[in-house]
């Protein structure tokens, strides 16, 4: 398997993000909290994308502390202690031992001595920087720690003057993929491209949709990605017409598509990929059609993601060559510009054809810079996710071309040279699919 995050990378992120801080500030990163699924189970435990940039540590109920120029050392952890009792139960902690010899923690405390301590990490610090408004209790927190300070003020007490975001500059950083998280990404997508072919494979008329969904969570866990990066769509017939549908339950039938939105997460980092393919592994006439107009789309945005063109780029071509083709195949009427001007082709196109991919599916980073598409730069991230929804209730278009739905998508990260496709090996034009479905080939 691919090589994880080392703790050299780790710390060159922290470096980066306190040089980019003001002098004499304090930037605090709360873990994710445990989440209660129903009454006393917890779903899975997942680590906060912002968090585990920094650092790796993979417990709930910790604290990030980086305090630029401490002599006692920059990086502080405030993690749970070691407790036989709870390890039994639990499973095991680092404790602030283990925070420093395998985490790299200048320093580390019991998270119940953070009350104690903090307000005294954070006094004289004139800025701190944290993420305001994404959990409403650990912003009382921090809130807390500094009226303390405030309280005793008249005793020479001096509380940070201003409180600043984080995510701007953090959010910047992981924008940029390294070396190593491109490898953990190609190896996400390698995954993920296996587990659609599974599915490929394994479909037949009759089955269920989550019968699908089950080869391909199969494909991600044997394969070392124990976890989807996002819930995982099957949507057969109309219900590939539904952008987030995610019930999975209903039965496949002969002669419909079905549309698989699937990526595993690997080390945190996430593979995002959609195929849609014939249930019975031949598409009809109608099928075909949409489909190609979807993947002429799709390739030419693909060629479109290189360094210089602007992030809108891609889209913009999508959106012509999709309403270039509805109006081929008779579902629009009018002139290509002043359809596009008008975006008649959002009845059947109604999203954006990507967004950034990392540590989360939707990944972090501006779209704009200053009011203008961000110019897309080497070791940026996306997905190109053109599509064609026609709705079964669409009485505005022939019978025969409603309830299909159609989205390819692919992850792409951006080269010196170009891009590179880092899910290519699933089958997307029609007769490599038909091909890798034919029956008669006993695979």
Not at 2 to 16: D, G, M, P, V
Request: aromatic letters at 8%.
């Amino acid at each position: 398997m691919t090589a994880k995050i080392n703790l050299q990378e780790f710390a060159r992120r922290r470096k980066e993000l306190m040089a980019m801080m003001e002098p004499n500030s304090i930037a605090i990163i709360p873990a994710a909290e445990e989440k209660t699924r129903s009454r006393d189970t917890l779903y899975s435990y997942r680590q906060d994308s912002d968090f585990y940039y920094l650092c790796g540590f993979p417990e709930p109920e910790a604290v990030i502390v980086l305090i630029p120029g401490r002599e006692h050392g920059e990086f502080v952890l405030f993690v749970r202690e070691r407790n036989r009792q709870k390890e039994i139960w639990d499973g095991y902690r680092q404790g602030p031992e283990g925070a420093i010899e395998n985490y790299g923690a200048d320093d580390a405390f019991p998270i119940d001595d953070i009350d104690e301590i903090l307000p005294g990490l954070l006094e004289s610090r004139e800025r701190v920087y944290y993420s305001l408004g994404r959990d409403a209790g650990f912003d009382q927190q921090i809130m807390t720690w500094i009226n303390t300070l405030r309280a005793q003020a008249r005793s020479g007490a001096i509380p940070p003057g201003e409180l600043q975001d984080l995510d701007h500059f953090l959010h910047d950083m992981r924008l940029f993929k390294s070396a190593t998280e491109a490898k953990l990404m190609r190896t996400a997508g390698d995954i993920s491209a296996q587990a659609h072919i599974r599915a490929m494979q394994f479909c037949r008329p009759g089955q269920y949709e989550h019968q699908l969904e089950a080869e391909i969570h199969h494909e991600f866990a044997k394969s070392g990605a124990r976890n989807p990066a996002y819930s995982t769509i099957v949507g057969s017939g109309a219900n590939g017409c539904i952008l987030h549908y995610i019930e999975n339950d209903h039965k496949m039938k002969n002669g419909d598509l079905v549309l698989i939105d699937a990526g595993c997460e690997y080390d945190m980092y996430a593979g995002d990929i959609t195929r849609t393919f014939p249930v019975n592994g031949k598409f009809s006439d109608e099928q075909k059609a949409v489909y190609n107009v979807v993947l002429d789309a799709q390739l030419q945005a693909i060629d479109a993601v290189k360094p210089g063109n602007h992030w809108n780029h891609p889209h913009e071509i999508a959106v012509r060559v999709l309403t270039a083709g509805l109006i081929e195949l008779g579902l629009l009427q009018g002139d290509l510009d002043e359809l596009i001007e008008k975006q008649a082709y959002s009845d059947f196109y109604m999203h954006r054809t990507g967004h950034w991919l990392g540590l989360d599916v939707h990944d972090v980073g501006d779209y704009k810079v200053e009011g203008q598409w961000r110019v897309l730069e080497p070791g940026m991230c996306l997905t190109v996710e053109p599509g064609i929804y026609i709705a079964p209730d669409n009485e505005n278009v022939d019978e025969k071309w409603r309830g299909i739905g159609i989205r390819i998508e692919d992850d792409v990260l951006v080269t010196a040279e170009g891009c590179e496709v880092l899910t290519a090996a699933v089958p997307k034009s029609v007769e490599e699919i038909e091909d890798l479905m034919d029956r008669e080939k006993g695979w």
